[in-house]
């Protein structure tokens, strides 16, 4: 079964832009066991709608293929180049818990690119 967004649970304020307040964090991840279904470029879709909308973003690049990191002009340079949008890559099932821990207390919403 496909995963599915769940938009309704993000709560907006009337100007358009998700509220970052209530201490609720928003945890989404994508995650297949097969390749090139679409996990990385709709994190990156999702996490550039929600940065429109003025919410500050953490993608945790899990993917074993390292999608985010790698790319060399692409999505890598997020963190620098798009303020809001923070890219942390760890591969290792017990780094990838804390790497979201850690992004839940900075942003409100975490995503996860498995």
Known sequence: MPYRMIWSDIVWHRDGRPTNTGATIMIIAFASPKGGVGKSTSTLVLASALRERGADVSIVDADPNQ????????????????????????????????????????????????
Request: aromatic share 6%; proline share 6%.
């Open 67 to 114: 999608p985010f990191a790698k790319a060399k002009n692409g999505w890598a340079a997020l963190s620098g180049e798009t303020p809001g949008i923070t890219v942390i890559s760890c591969t290792e099932p017990d780094q990838i818990i804390d790497a979201i821990d850690d992004a839940a207390d900075k942003t409100a919403y975490v995503l996860v690119d498995l």
